[in-house]
């Protein structure tokens, strides 16, 4: 029984990891094939199926000019567009749940838990219910097609989850500390910089993480708010989809977009199993 | 404390978002009122034309609805299904744990529309190397042409993206069990089986409530992934609601139209997310 159930574990282990790496070994062997290689026929195997070369990766840094796919200048718009947000998220987003972990609000029926409840629950707007709007507004203050107009939009995406993130953080982090500050005679802001905030640096990278997770692999306010002059990176690659594809570029310049968060999901792991991620979703 | 400090420190986050978000809401439920096409731009007020145009003249967007919801539920469980299982082999001692953590939480970090472009490439119907596999068994499903077959597509792509968040918070969850409950077990001499029946399912109750909702929540947005892989089609087989009114609204301009279906979804999305969360909180917390 109990040799069964391991084996049944590790089996599954197995396929699931198969089903994950896939998509990627494919993309990897992908960039590296030419035109005959893709459309002569599925090849898998480099040197035995087909003669790898870099012509798919070349292309990515070439200039639009010499016919390549400039995506540096997405690439970058895209970090400064993701980092500026969730900066902003993460600034505004920690002093609220700061104050509604720390503090009693009432206004009338309205309490703490709903405004914490207000902040998360605009996770549940559908983009496209805000798209409309923010489309014919962005477009009326001439913000289409620019990155302040997407860092706008961002914000509203991802102070959800700094919120959601620093409540839960906040209230594990003893009140005893800013109360021993405050007797010492620090002002609540002092408190709060030089005290809270040192202790809370665990839960601050953990919402950071996932601020730049969500802003950084979002398509579709890029795709409804920016056209030609600003260009994010998930955009540009979806527009390297047409009918005649090049499955070699449109891999490289994949595998190009989704390398730097594998180093969030490391750190994200590494928060996890110290145990810092346990509370939030309770 | 001090009375005042405390709107310093909530204010700024509340009112910035109030802000960003009150206009747009209040601007969706104006236009939804007025018959703004690509004709005839303006803000005119037609009263309840479209809604009720919505209600009794466009089936397409009651069944793109129904689609979305057929989607997202059979993710969502199948998510939560496998999610549980990965994380339950990886909460206890296995070789090489940090490695599998690490690369089951891989997928959630990639952007979903690039994927999916990764995606309709490995389900391509004589170029992807799925089919050229599965002709072995002499099969060729038509991924991404069948009207049946396409839907199943969908699924597999956003169970390979979400389950890794899913994974992420039951894990999270399971890392923070209390360690008695598991010692007065052992001590019985509980098989595995019901240890994880009478001990670890019933203290993760709250935390898979949290888990569906939130994963429930996230998938009825799907659309990207239906975009860049099928574009609704083929026909309207895999349309989903946000995706339908993306069409009306920013393909063909009927942003009134739009509007008042982008409002009546959001109501929908409301009601339905509260009653699945009081249903789910009912159904497992009291067993």
Redesign the interface.
């Known amino acids: ?2 040799k069964l ?1 391991i084996f049944l ?1 590790y089996f ?2 197995v396929v ?2 198969v ?5 990627f070994l ?2 990897l062997t ?1 960039s590296f094939k030419d035109f005959q290689s ?2 002569g ?2 090849t ?1 195997i480099p040197w035995v199926d087909f003669e790898p070369n870099l012509e798919g990766w070349k292309v990515l840094i070439k200039s639009p000019a010499k016919g390549g796919v400039d995506i540096i200048e997405p690439y970058f718009n895209s970090m400064f567009v993701t980092c500026t947000a969730s900066l902003i998220s993460i600034i ?2 920690t ?6 972990s ?2 009693t ?1 009432k206004a009338g029926f309205v309490k703490n838990n709903d ?1 914490t409840f207000f ?1 998360i629950s ?16 962005l477009s009326s203050i001439n913000l289409l097609d620019s990155l302040t107009g997407l860092i ?2 961002y ?2 995406l991802l ?1 959800p989850i700094a ?1 959601w993130i620093m409540v839960d953080f906040f209230n594990k982090v003893p009140r005893e500390i800013d109360e021993t500050a ?1 007797i010492d005679g620090c ?3 002092q408190a ?1 910089l030089k005290v809270v905030l040192p202790n809370s640096i665990p839960g601050l990278i953990v919402a950071g993480m996932f601020c730049i ?1 969500f802003g ?2 979002d ?2 306010f890029a795709f ?1 708010l920016t056209f030609t002059e600003v260009q994010l ?2 955009v540009k ?2 527009a ?2 047409s009918s005649v ?1 090049p ?1 070699w570029s ?2 490289a310049s ?1 595998l190009v ?2 390398a730097p ?2 180093i ?3 750190i ?2 590494r928060y ?2 110290k ?1 810092n ?6 | 404390m001090n009375f005042k400090h405390k709107y310093f420190f909530l204010f700024p986050g509340l009112f910035v978002l109030i802000g960003i978000l009150i206009f747009p809401i209040i601007f969706v439920v104006r236009l939804s009122l007025s018959g703004w096409n690509s004709y005839n731009p303006g803000l005119d007020y037609i009263g309840l034309e479209n809604y009720i145009r919505l209600f009794t003249d466009d089936p397409r967007f009651w069944e793109s609805f129904f689609r979305l919801s057929f989607l997202s539920v059979t993710t969502v469980i199948l998510q939560y299904v496998i999610g549980f299982a990965l994380a339950h082999m990886v909460w206890k001692d296995i070789k090489f744990k940090r490695f599998f953590r690490v690369l089951f939480l891989v997928p959630m970090m990639t952007t979903p529309v690039i994927m999916t472009v990764i995606w309709r490439t490995f389900f391509h119907e004589s170029l992807g190397p799925v089919n050229d596999l599965l002709s072995v068994f002499g099969v060729a499903p038509k991924w991404l042409t069948d009207p049946v077959v396409a839907k199943f597509t969908v699924i597999i792509v956003e169970v390979w993206q979400w389950t890794p968040f899913m994974f992420l918070l039951l894990l999270a969850g399971l890392l923070s069990l209390p360690r008695e409950p598991f010692l007065a077990a052992a001590i019985d001499g509980a098989s595995p089986v019901r240890k994880f029946i009478y001990v670890t399912f019933p203290l993760m109750a709250p935390i898979s409530i949290g888990a569906i909702i939130i994963r429930l929540i996230e998938a009825s947005k799907i659309m990207d992934t239906v975009y860049v892989l099928t574009s609704g089609g083929p026909g309207t087989s895999t349309e989903t609601s946000s995706f339908y009114i993306f069409i009306k609204g920013l393909r063909e301009f009927q942003m009134g139209y739009a509007a008042s279906m982008s409002f009546t979804y959001l109501i929908i999305m409301i009601i339905s997310l509260t009653i699945i969360a009081k249903v789910l909180t009912k159904v497992l917390l009291k067993e």
């Open positions: 029984m109990n159930y574990k599954f282990i699931w990891t089903f994950v790496v896939a998509p494919w993309a992908t893709v459309n026929g599925v898998y505004l987003g002093l609220s749940a700061y104050a509604l720390r503090y609000f405004i902040f605009q996770r549940i707007m559908p983009p496209i219910v805000l798209s409309i709007p923010f489309f014919l507004f706008v939009v914000i509203v102070m919120v405050l002002n609540p802001y709060f997770i950084w692999i398509f579709f409804i990176l998930p690659i979806v390297l989809n594809t499955w449109l891999s994949a977009s989704v968060l594998i969030v999901a490391f994200v792991e996890l199993s145990g991620l346990s509370g939030a979703i309770k």
